[in-house]
């Protein structure tokens, strides 16, 4: 690993996520019938919202994959269960969030569905840095000596860490995870998993409030995480500074 002063300034100046990734997921109840004649009348529904090039309508699954401007994106239908996705997204979150409450609101119109039993957000991003994203992570940010590497005696292809914050004072919980990029060493891959857990009514506040869920996240991820990052690895453990996240 390289010098401490290489990490004076690990991530580069005016650098800001770039997202690859957004998905929601929503469980529910009751369960559904997935009746081929209710998928082919949801369907309709689905590409009213979007553009669908191909739908997948099995037994226990329903998939739609987004086409033109929709590209990437796709809605899965289970039994108890109904997820958003694109990747890579080829707009700004809010034209998927208009779009994944519109296929909601016609999902609990169309099923009757009662409850809302937990929600999903989840985004992942890239983030530069100045030189290796493992020398970074590493010497910057876990504090870890290359040469206690030597033991594995292998050489390091991928470097991560994973945080949880579990929802103590806030509505949501979420999972963090911060790697170094496999298909380009000088990338950052970050991603935050959030939910939000406890049934509630499926109506149309609940389902704002799950797809408001990944603005929540990318927020998180622009401020609290990317200022996480920025830390200047020379507030080490025994910094008077140093506030620390753990009780002794």
Same mark, same amino acid.
């Given at each position: 690993?390289?010098?401490?002063?290489?990490?004076?300034?690990?991530?580069?100046?005016?650098?800001?996520?770039?997202?690859?990734?957004?998905?929601?997921?929503?469980?529910?109840?009751?369960?559904?019938?997935?009746?081929?004649?209710?998928?082919?009348?949801?369907?309709?529904?689905?590409?009213?919202?979007?553009?669908?090039?191909?739908?997948?309508?099995?037994?226990?699954?329903?998939?739609?994959?987004?086409?033109?401007?929709?590209?990437?994106?796709?809605?899965?239908?289970?039994?108890?269960?109904?997820?958003?996705?694109?990747?890579?997204?080829?707009?700004?979150?809010?034209?998927?969030?208009?779009?994944?409450?519109?296929?909601?609101?016609?999902?609990?119109?169309?099923?009757?569905?009662?409850?809302?039993?937990?929600?999903? /957000?989840?985004?992942? *991003?890239?983030? &530069?840095?100045? +030189?290796?994203?493992? @020398?970074?992570?590493?010497? $910057?940010?876990?504090?870890?000596?290359?040469?206690?590497?030597?033991?594995?005696?292998?050489?390091?292809?991928?470097?991560?860490?994973?945080?949880?914050?579990?929802?103590?004072?806030?509505?949501?919980?979420?999972?963090?995870?911060?790697?170094?990029?496999?298909?380009?060493?000088?990338?950052?891959?970050?991603?935050?998993? /959030?939910?939000?857990? *406890?049934?509630? &009514?499926?109506? +149309?506040?609940?389902? @704002?409030?799950?797809?408001? $869920?990944?603005?929540?996240?990318?927020?998180?991820?622009?401020?609290?995480?990317?200022?996480?990052?920025?830390?200047?690895?020379?507030?080490?453990?025994?910094?008077?500074?140093?506030?620390?996240?753990?009780?002794?």
């Amino acid at each position: 690993m390289s010098s401490e002063g290489e990490q004076d300034d690990p991530i580069k100046a005016g650098s800001e996520i770039a997202f690859v990734g957004y998905y929601l997921s929503v469980d529910f109840y009751p369960q559904i019938k997935m009746q081929r004649t209710s998928a082919i009348d949801f369907a309709r529904d689905v590409q009213s919202a979007m553009e669908v090039e191909g739908a997948a309508l099995e037994s226990n699954q329903w998939k739609f994959n987004g086409a033109g401007v929709c590209d990437g994106m796709s809605v899965v239908v289970e039994r108890r269960s109904i997820s958003f996705g694109v990747s890579p997204p080829g707009n700004n979150l809010e034209f998927y969030d208009h779009r994944f409450e519109s296929i909601l609101n016609a999902f609990q119109q169309a099923f009757s569905l009662e409850a809302m039993l937990n929600s999903n /957000a989840m985004a992942q *991003g890239l983030v &530069p840095v100045s +030189g290796d994203a493992r @020398v970074f992570l590493g010497a $910057g940010i876990m504090l870890m000596h290359p040469q206690k590497l030597a033991a594995i005696d292998r050489s390091l292809h991928i470097l991560g860490v994973r945080l949880y914050f579990p929802p103590d004072d806030v509505e949501w919980g979420v999972d963090v995870k911060v790697e170094s990029w496999a298909e380009d060493t000088s990338m950052l891959f970050i991603e935050a998993d /959030a939910d939000w857990r *406890g049934a509630r &009514p499926f109506d +149309g506040e609940s389902i @704002v409030k799950a797809v408001n $869920g990944l603005s929540t996240v990318k927020d998180f991820m622009n401020t609290r995480l990317l200022a996480f990052l920025h830390q200047s690895p020379a507030l080490g453990l025994d910094d008077e500074n140093n506030q620390g996240g753990h009780n002794e």
